[in-house]
Structures are given as C-alpha cells and as structure tokens.
C-alpha cells in the first residue's frame, strides 16, 4: 500500500463526488455538474466550455484507476505519477478557464473540483522530490 495511492484515491473521489454539488449557484438556482453534463449532452450547438464538467469527470475517473493502482503498488513514475500530475494541471487549468473573470457564481463543487486538481498535482510531486514517503 502506497500512500500516495491513498492521497490521490481520495483526490480522484473528491473530484467525483463534486460533480454531484453546485458547480455554479446564485440567488435561489443552482447547477451541479451532472446537471451542466446532461445540458450540455442534449443542446446542440453549446461552446466546448459546456463539457467542461464532463472533461473533468473522465480525467478524474482516469485518475482514480490510476489511484488504483498506485495504490495496489503497480504504478511507477512515468505510467502513474507523471499522467496523475498531468490531470491535476488539467482539471485546474479548465476550472479556471470555465469560471474565467467571474468567481462569484460558482459553487461548492467547483471549487471542491479545482482543490482535488491541487491534491492530485502536489501528491505524485512530493512523492518525487521524495518528501511523501513510498511505502
């Protein structure tokens, strides 16, 4: 068992999880990030931005077989920690890019999307540098 496996299993989770809360909310509305999916599965004609919440699904997904791995101690540096990083860079790049200048609708989800981005980015690094311990 790696603990590193353990910190990106529960930032790959957490980033699933979100997607069940309000990505984006205001006065007495809000859209989780199935609900902007479903929209953005069934209206044609939307901005790729719309995917955005369904992209960070899949990296998250992808990430947490990588997790599993790790986790299960088959995983090395270049087949799991490298690509976890990646996502990690990903997932935040895109939320921030999707909320752009105005942070003020965003909801819980988001921004609980964007700190599973962070934990998937830092664990595999300190795991490299060596400062989170293999086993």
């Given at each position: 068992?790696?603990?590193?496996?353990?910190?990106?299993?529960?930032g790959a989770i957490l980033a699933?999880?979100?997607?069940?809360?309000?990505?984006?909310?205001?006065?007495?509305?809000?859209?989780?990030?199935?609900?902007?999916?479903?929209?953005?599965?069934?209206?044609?004609?939307?901005?790729?931005?719309?995917?955005?919440?369904?992209?960070?699904?899949?990296?998250?997904?992808?990430?947490?077989?990588?997790?599993?791995?790790?986790?299960?101690?088959?995983?090395?540096?270049?087949?799991?920690?490298?690509?976890?990083?990646?996502?990690?860079?990903?997932?935040?790049?895109?939320?921030?890019?999707?909320?752009?200048?105005?942070?003020?609708?965003?909801?819980?989800?988001?921004?609980?999307?964007?700190?599973?981005?962070?934990?998937?980015?830092?664990a595999p690094l300190l795991s490299?540098?060596?400062?989170?311990?293999?086993e």
């Amino acid at each position: 068992m790696s603990l590193l496996g353990i910190i990106v299993l529960v930032g790959a989770i957490l980033a699933i999880v979100a997607m069940a809360l309000a990505w984006s909310s205001g006065a007495g509305w809000s859209i989780s990030g199935f609900d902007a999916i479903e929209f953005a599965m069934k209206t044609s004609g939307v901005p790729w931005d719309a995917y955005i919440p369904l992209i960070c699904l899949i990296l998250a997904i992808v990430a947490l077989v990588m997790a599993l791995l790790e986790f299960l101690g088959m995983g090395n540096m270049m087949f799991t920690r490298i690509p976890v990083m990646v996502i990690g860079i990903l997932i935040v790049v895109l939320c921030i890019y999707s909320a752009r200048d105005d942070f003020s609708y965003a909801g819980i989800g988001f921004y609980l999307v964007v700190i599973s981005g962070i934990v998937l980015l830092v664990a595999p690094l300190l795991s490299i540098l060596k400062i989170l311990p293999e086993e």
